[in-house]
């Protein structure tokens, strides 16, 4: 009988691909559900080199932290809600839900579909798409808005 390497006999995840999808998890709630920004949490759990890909707009890791920056000045609470997470050796897949207060009024939900990779424990590219369920129009872009 041959068992792939990543895969444990009975074909249940593997300690690396757990922690994978540990560290998405973690990721979300430390940068993205906390109240502040934290520049220190962002390079805890993405890699310098990290690539997001979102709805056809790409941001290198700088371009990444104006987001989460943005995001913070934009929104005061964020409730993210893995409705599908999925590891296969580096990949990671989820479906998640993020609900959230703007800080101007109002509420908005999107609802993602994203494949994150992971290379010496942190993740290094994000290729997500987004749908906005609730809010408002101009909020189309929050998935990957930035300051400039």
């Not at 940068?31 to 979102?54: H, L, N, W």
């Not at 290729?127 to 998935?143: C, N, S, V, W, Y």
């Amino acid at each position: 009988m041959s068992v792939h390497p990543q895969e444990s006999a009975a074909g249940r995840p593997t300690r690396q691909e757990e922690f994978n999808k540990s560290l998405v998890e973690r990721a979300f709630q430390d940068v993205f559900a906390s109240d502040a920004f934290d520049e220190g949490a962002i390079a805890r759990y993405f890699s310098p080199r990290y690539v997001q890909k979102t709805d056809g707009r790409t941001l290198d890791f700088a371009g990444f932290v104006a987001h989460v920056r943005e995001l913070k000045h934009t929104l005061k609470t964020v409730k993210i809600t893995f409705e599908r997470i999925v590891a296969e050796g580096a990949s990671v897949v989820s479906i998640h839900r993020a609900e959230a207060e703007k800080i101007a009024g109002g509420r908005i939900a999107v609802r993602v579909f994203a494949l994150f990779v992971i290379d010496e424990g942190k993740i290094v590219l994000c290729d997500e798409l987004t749908h906005l369920e609730q809010g408002a129009a101009e909020d189309r872009d929050l998935a990957s808005r930035h300051s400039q």
